[in-house]
């Protein structure tokens, strides 16, 4: 079944410590994927997307993430944690490509900070 | 410029109660999409439109959920009778035709029903 796996459902580093959070899809072929970030009581921000070309691609707030066909997978990377990253994060996909952005969303992870 | 408004925040009603939410996008934006968040969980299309068409509403529950939106601009989002199931958070969310997977959310409307 066509899915969207985000395996951590709660992470918890330490300010100024690395991040990688996974994601994981199953797709017959390579979709658009995408990375959002969902602050309490807040929306959910578009991080960072990957079409094609460059499998690392870079995105705001100091975010980045690397596609890895082979694995198919779209891990979310930061060099350095701030306590202003404490959020829920979403891993999603477009399976139809740029059919009408009907994205496919995983659970979420969500980020703890402690100092 | 303004974001994605929705309101209510938050809204509280008795089962077998309608409720309604409002949507206003992005001004500029053509496409726009309510999404369902049940807690611990990503959001998931209800619908998603076109101007004025609905152009996806394949996973809206249509025995008592309707949308729409009127001259291609805010969105109406309603549930008539609530049940207990659906105490959710319904997201709004807007784009550009084409602009491939940015969408722009609003904050939500929190939805309880005791």
């Known amino acids: 079944a066509q899915s969207v796996t985000q395996p951590d459902i709660h992470i918890t580093v330490s300010e100024g410590a690395s991040l990688e959070l996974r994601c994981n899809y199953s797709?017959?072929?390579?979709?658009?994927l995408f990375w959002y970030v969902q602050s309490p009581g807040q929306g959910l921000q578009l991080l960072l997307k990957y079409f094609s070309g460059d499998t690392l691609v870079q995105g705001i707030k100091g975010f980045e993430a690397e596609f890895k066909r082979s694995q198919s997978s779209f891990n979310l990377r930061k060099p350095s944690v701030h306590w202003s990253d404490a959020a829920e994060y979403f891993c999603a996909v477009d399976p139809i490509y740029n059919q009408g952005g009907k994205l496919i969303f995983g659970q979420g992870t969500e980020l703890s900070v402690k100092p | 410029e303004a974001g994605v408004v929705q309101s209510p925040r938050y809204k509280i009603i008795e089962k077998k109660q309608p409720v309604a939410f409002w949507c206003n996008p992005i001004s500029g934006h053509n496409t726009l999409y309510w999404y369902l968040q049940n807690l611990g969980q990503g959001p998931e299309l209800l619908i998603r439109y076109e101007n004025e068409e609905a152009v996806d509403d394949s996973q809206l529950p249509k025995d008592r959920f309707s949308a729409e939106r009127l001259k291609g601009v805010d969105s109406t989002l309603k549930i008539q009778p609530a049940e207990l199931g659906d105490s959710a958070v319904y997201l709004c969310a807007s784009s550009f035709s084409g602009d491939t997977g940015e969408l722009f959310f609003g904050e939500g409307s929190r939805l309880t029903v005791l």
């Open positions: 797709y017959g072929a390579t979709p658009y």
